[in-house]
T-cell receptor, first 115, second 115 residues
Framework: AQKVTQAQTEISVVEKEDVTLDCVYETRDTTYYLFWYKQPPSGELVFLIRRNSFDEQNEISGRYSWNFQKSTSSFNFTITASQVVDSAVYFCALSGGNTGNQFYFGTGTSLTVIP | KAGVTQTPRYLIKTRGQQVTLSCSPISGHRSVSWYQQTPGQGLQFLFEYFSETQRNKGNFPGRFSGRQFSNSRSEMNVSTLELGDSALYLC??????????????FGSGTRLTVV
């Protein structure tokens, strides 16, 4: 069965601190995709990154970076020098493989950046 | 270009009534998926449509149904509303049913409240 676990329910950091959001996934498929989405108070899910199961390269995009480790089934997300605008709920999701395109979302991590 | 448009943004219905929600995908996108988001269950997949055909369905009762039109616009219908149907309903569109480098684009959702 597909499952995504985000153990951190809520995190608060002071502006300019670095913060890492954890994501652990379970799947029996060899081909799958992992995503991170951001949900601001307005409600829409904003796409941040997609990774396929064959691409374990870590990625950096501005203040965002992602660490994908198949050995530990983890896909962690780090925000460096956090800003108040980063305050949102962040979702990790798993998709693809034999179950089709539907997303299996984690329960989300609510990040609050305190000015 | 315009994003995914969901109407209405907010809706209040009475138990036992039915409701229809609308989703207009990004121009050119042919795949539309629906998700239900509640505080208790998180984000759960409802169904996915591609070229007017339902390709995948989540684990929801038959009261939840949907359809897609030839212009790729999609509607979902919930009949005999229950209090537990109160949720944010999110629609997502994608160019095809094959995962792309940009995943799915989500709309801002329709907030349904059942009283």
């Amino acid at each position: 069965a597909q499952k995504v676990t985000q153990a951190q329910t809520e995190i608060s950091v002071v502006e300019k601190e670095d913060v890492t959001l954890d994501c652990v996934y379970e799947t029996r498929d060899t081909t799958y995709y992992l995503f991170w989405y951001k949900q601001p108070p307005s409600g829409e899910l904003v796409f941040l990154i997609r990774r396929n199961s064959f691409d374990e390269q870590n990625e950096i995009s501005g203040r965002y970076s992602w660490n994908f480790q198949k050995s530990t089934s983890s896909f962690n997300f780090t925000i460096t020098a956090s800003q108040v605008v980063d305050s949102a709920v962040y979702f990790c999701a798993l998709s693809g493989g034999n179950t089709g395109n539907q997303f299996y979302f984690g329960t989300g991590t609510s990040l609050t950046v305190i000015p | 270009k315009a994003g995914v448009t969901q109407t209405p943004r907010y809706l209040i219905k009475t138990r036992g009534q039915q409701v229809t929600l609308s989703c207009s995908p990004i121009s050119g996108h042919r795949s539309v998926s629906w998700y239900q988001q509640t505080p208790g269950q998180g984000l759960q997949f409802l169904f996915e449509y591609f070229s007017e055909t339902q390709r995948n369905k989540g684990n929801f009762p038959g009261r939840f149904s949907g359809r897609q039109f030839s212009n790729s616009r999609s509607e979902m219908n919930v009949s005999t509303l229950e209090l537990g149907d109160s949720a944010l309903y999110l629609c997502a569109s994608s160019l095809t049913i094959i995962q792309t480098d940009y995943g799915y684009t989500f709309g801002s959702g329709t907030r349904l409240t059942v009283v």
